[in-house]
């Protein structure tokens, strides 16, 4: 019962506590920050692996698309890139980590609401 009270105190803190309300709200609106620029295109270059194989090709390729602007060339590429991040779910791994540094000391609220965006 004890720990019934604790969880109802906190939900009456949360509610009537405005200065709890705004950090909940800034820690959510962190992670929503995060996931955001997580999967901002801008970056799959950056977060993407190839093999040495692909390295030589994918540079190959974009160097062609660019130069002469191939536009089914540059779509083709920029799925393969796509294709690559999420291959074998490290992408979603390495999220998954950063969100749980961040909130380490914190309830883990937040990351089971989007462990189902996660796997």
Known sequence: MGKKEEEGESVI????NPQTQQHEQMETEDVAKII?????????????????QQVIAVTILQSLADTYNIKT????????KKGKLS???????ELENILKSRVMNEDEGHLKSLAKFLE
């Open 13 to 16: 803190d949360r509610i009537f």
């Open 36 to 52: 955001k620029e997580w999967l901002d295109p801008k970056h799959i270059d950056k977060k993407t692996r190839y093999t040495p």
């Open 73 to 80: 060339l540059k779509r083709f590429l920029k799925e393969f």
């Open 87 to 93: 291959e074998g779910g490290k992408s979603a791994a």
